[in-house]
């Protein structure tokens, strides 16, 4: 059994965090684990960009965190699992919902969806939103989450995005000291050593690779990489997993 059930990946937009979400899920699912993956973002919901085969739009995460009382039952009712991988299960908004469309929810509920999740699945990882003070559930999931994966790219918004978020999450509840820190999507061209060197402690890289651009563009992420470099992201999504769920 894992040490640690629930995970928290976020940074700032464009990092990575759902790719990362996505194949992380996969590759647990791929041992035989049951895994839930949340996908937070309500203000562009990645449902349909993960899954845009699918009419997804009899399930939202909306409806089961506007419910009166969350519920297993409502939980599992707006679960998607798709049948060449029944170990892996989505949660999130689908096209069109938004921010609005719901009305708000508190922590304690996000809190008690949580509780809950923990009961359904041997993971549960939370694709949390960028500007997560906007998003309840991100903001909750920070905060109990056993492991939080933090992501950094090397582009001036992502200095723009730490320089905004990070006072607020050094508050003490969001454990921020032992968050794993990871370099993601940068490109041989960026100034990769002077990001590292800002942002301090990063534990792990992950490049842009040219095979993960062309999965986004196929719709395709939650495939398995067949390149070179794409095995090499996977050699280090083990290393990572492997870190972030068990002491």
């Given at each position: 059994?894992?040490?640690?059930?629930?995970?928290?990946?976020?940074g700032?937009?464009?990092?990575?965090?759902?790719?990362?979400?996505?194949?992380?899920?996969?590759f647990?699912?791929?041992?035989?684990?049951?895994?839930?993956?949340?996908?937070?973002?309500?203000?562009?919901?990645?449902?349909?960009?993960?899954?845009?085969?699918?009419?997804?739009?009899?399930?939202?995460?909306?409806?089961?965190?506007?419910?009166?009382?969350?519920?297993?039952?409502?939980?599992?009712?707006?679960?998607?699992?798709?049948?060449?991988?029944?170990?892996?299960?989505?949660?999130?908004?689908?096209?069109?919902?938004?921010?609005?469309?719901?009305?708000?929810?508190?922590?304690?509920?996000?809190?008690?969806?949580?509780?809950?999740?923990?009961?359904?699945?041997?993971y549960?990882?939370?694709?949390?939103?960028?500007?997560?003070?906007?998003?309840?559930?991100?903001?909750?999931?920070?905060?109990?989450?056993?492991?939080?994966?933090?992501?950094g790219?090397?582009?001036?918004?992502?200095?723009?995005?730490?320089?905004?978020?990070?006072?607020?999450?050094?508050?003490?509840?969001?454990?921020?000291?032992?968050?794993?820190?990871?370099?993601?999507?940068?490109?041989?061209?960026?100034?990769?050593?002077?990001?590292?060197?800002?942002?301090?402690?990063?534990?792990?890289?992950?490049?842009n690779?040219?095979?993960?651009?062309?999965?986004?563009?196929?719709?395709?992420?939650?495939?398995?990489?067949?390149?070179?470099?794409?095995?090499?992201?996977?050699?280090?999504?083990?290393?990572?997993?492997?870190?972030?769920?068990?002491?």
């Amino acid at each position: 059994m894992p040490n640690k059930k629930v995970l928290a990946i976020w940074g700032s937009p464009n990092s990575g965090k759902t790719l990362l979400s996505v194949k992380l899920a996969n590759f647990l699912s791929q041992n035989r684990k049951d895994v839930i993956l949340v996908l937070c973002d309500s203000f562009m919901p990645m449902l349909p960009v993960i899954l845009p085969q699918l009419n997804t739009e009899e399930k939202s995460l909306g409806k089961i965190l506007s419910d009166p009382e969350i519920s297993q039952d409502n939980i599992l009712l707006n679960c998607i699992t798709l049948k060449k991988n029944s170990y892996l299960t989505y949660m999130g908004y689908h096209k069109g919902e938004n921010v609005l469309t719901y009305p708000d929810y508190n922590n304690a509920k996000a809190t008690d969806f949580i509780i809950q999740l923990r009961h359904l699945a041997d993971y549960i990882i939370f694709d949390c939103t960028s500007y997560f003070t906007t998003d309840t559930l991100s903001m909750v999931a920070l905060e109990r989450a056993d492991s939080v994966i933090r992501l950094g790219g090397c582009r001036l918004k992502d200095l723009s995005c730490f320089a905004s978020q990070i006072p607020i999450i050094a508050d003490r509840r969001y454990n921020s000291e032992n968050h794993i820190k990871v370099l993601s999507n940068f490109k041989d061209n960026e100034p990769i050593s002077e990001f590292k060197e800002i942002y301090q402690d990063i534990r792990f890289e992950l490049p842009n690779i040219p095979e993960i651009e062309e999965q986004f563009a196929t719709a395709s992420i939650i495939e398995g990489l067949t390149s070179i470099e794409g095995k090499g992201y996977e050699d280090i999504l083990k290393i990572i997993a492997k870190e972030a769920l068990y002491e």
